[in-house]
């Protein structure tokens, strides 16, 4: 089989990898040459870290199982591959008046991504997460068995599948049950907000009229400017729209016009300067503090995507994701800790969210979401600097009961993880025995050729 190198979406880890291919869902997994090699799913790569890399062993190609299966117009019952991304799955459904139940910040993620991480979008508050809209999947473990998972079939399985970081076997399909929609626009709302206060008073306010919410928050700036932002809420438009309200480039809009990065700068244009000064523009971007439209779902829910290859901006040493989530007790005080903390390191992150998780509950072990405050920033890697301030942040989330998000981690211990997510034991039961990733190694503490899934083997 072939080696190819494979690298973070942070661009921060380049590892060569044993590339298995994968000719149709109905045949037997492929096995890496030698005794002893370990395999993991690999969709689309658009992990930020190394959840979705397995340095010294062999990645299955997810994406070549892209077919659909089954679609019900009528019901909105869609049953696909696990190599389809959601950006196909969307332009098959929305003519016809249907839309994913959730979606996170990117359409080109795999299903199976998205079930193996168990995704959130803007509306977790009503909807939870990915995973509690799965109606079954087929895992394909290792010694060739193959389980029908669902909440009434192997849910144990189902479980631990869902956010399991693709461990416990490879997701050959899933059905999924999708949720009606009038028309592919938006009716949407940016409200500018200048405090942390503010912001916690608007998502309060907006939860029960709003299916979305999500905000930009600006993380450069100290003192009065600490935790200003735009907060974002919106419904999917009904039937009858204004059509006087449609923005004059719509019809562009909903083509697929996206531009692309043509290269990697030999520097980050990510610095101090520009991002403070990005910040400033785009607080102001918007001549009123509130405006309201209609705009198309894509540039409400997938504005980087209008942008490919968007990470190639941080140049060639590439960057880190930080994502954490604070219970709600403690996230006022702890996003203000966080933010203080950030803005006097002088590493800011112009993507910058913040939004809170609702009371829906994750069927996934290892799923990240709970209730709570969630943000999200983008670093440079700058080395030893912000391997310090990742260190300070660890701790605030740490001391305030909160967790990270594995599918955006590229560095922490096994201690933060461990603490964060007490199930981990127990998920640990379900990995299939050759199954690994440099993630799953870090946080558990094993070495390459370890492996912790012992769990029967029983169909």
Same mark, same amino acid.
Not at 59 to 64: F, K, N, W
Not at 236 to 262: Q, W
Not at 271 to 297: A, C, I, P
């Given at each position: ?120 979008? &803007? ?59 009038? #028309? ?41 400017? @600490? ?47 520009? @991002? ?8 102001? &971007?918007?001549? #009123? ?21 968007? #990470? ?91 967790? @990270? ?55």
């Amino acid at each position: 089989m072939a080696t190819q190198v494979f690298q973070s979406w942070g661009f921060v880890l380049r590892e060569p990898h044993e590339a298995l291919g994968l000719s149709s869902r109905h045949a037997p997994l492929p096995m890496p040459t030698g005794s002893g090699g370990t395999v993991l799913p690999f969709g689309n790569g658009r992990s930020y870290g190394d959840s979705n890399l397995n340095p010294g062993g062999a990645l299955l190609l997810g994406a070549q199982l892209d077919r659909f299966i089954d679609f019900d117009p009528a019901t909105g019952v869609l049953r696909c591959e696990g190599g389809v991304l959601l950006h196909t799955i969307l332009k098959l459904i929305v003519p016809q008046g249907w839309f994913l139940p959730v979606t996170p910040g990117t359409q080109f993620v795999t299903v199976g991504g998205a079930i193996a991480n168990d995704v959130h979008g &803007k509306n977790h508050h009503l909807a939870g997460s990915f995973g509690n809209h799965v109606r079954c999947l087929e895992l394909l473990r290792s010694d060739g068995t193959r389980r029908l998972c669902s909440p009434t079939e192997h849910t144990e399985w189902f479980d631990a599948t869902i956010g399991g970081l693709g461990l416990t076997g490879l997701i050959t399909w899933a059905e999924i049950q999708l949720k009606r929609v009038a #028309n592919p626009c938006m009716d949407s709302e940016s409200i500018r907000f200048r405090s942390l206060e503010e912001f916690f008073e608007l998502n309060a306010a907006s939860e029960r009229d709003f299916e979305y919410t999500v905000s930009w928050i600006d993380c450069a700036f100290e003192g009065k400017r @600490l935790g200003r932002g735009l907060f974002n809420r919106a419904n999917h438009a009904p039937a009858v729209i204004d059509t006087s309200r449609l923005p004059k480039g719509l019809p562009a809009t909903l083509a697929d016009t996206a531009k692309r990065v043509p290269l990697t700068p030999p520097i980050s244009l990510i610095n101090t300067l520009s @991002l403070k000064s990005f910040n400033t523009l785009y607080f102001h &971007k918007q001549w #009123n503090d509130v405006e309201r439209g209609l705009v198309h779902y894509r540039p409400f829910f997938y504005p980087l995507d209008a942008l490919l290859e968007w #990470n190639r901006i941080y140049g060639p040493k590439g960057f880190y994701q930080y994502q954490s989530v604070v219970p709600p007790e403690r996230a006022l005080a702890t996003t203000r800790q966080m933010l203080q903390t950030i803005a006097h390191s002088g590493m800011g992150s112009f993507l910058a969210v913040l939004k809170q998780f609702g009371e829906p509950r994750s069927r996934g072990m290892l799923s990240f979401p709970q209730p709570g405050t969630t943000l999200a920033l983008d670093f440079p890697n700058s080395g030893p600097k912000l391997m310090r301030l990742f260190d300070e942040l660890d701790r605030i989330v740490l001391a305030a009961g909160g967790r @990270l998000y594995p599918a955006k981690d590229g560095r922490i211990g096994a201690a933060i993880f461990q603490a964060g997510h007490p199930q981990w034991r127990a998920f640990s039961e379900f990995v299939d025995p050759r199954f690994s990733s440099g993630f799953w190694r870090r946080v558990t503490g094993q070495t390459s050729g370890q492996t912790s899934g012992h769990a029967a083997e029983n169909p």
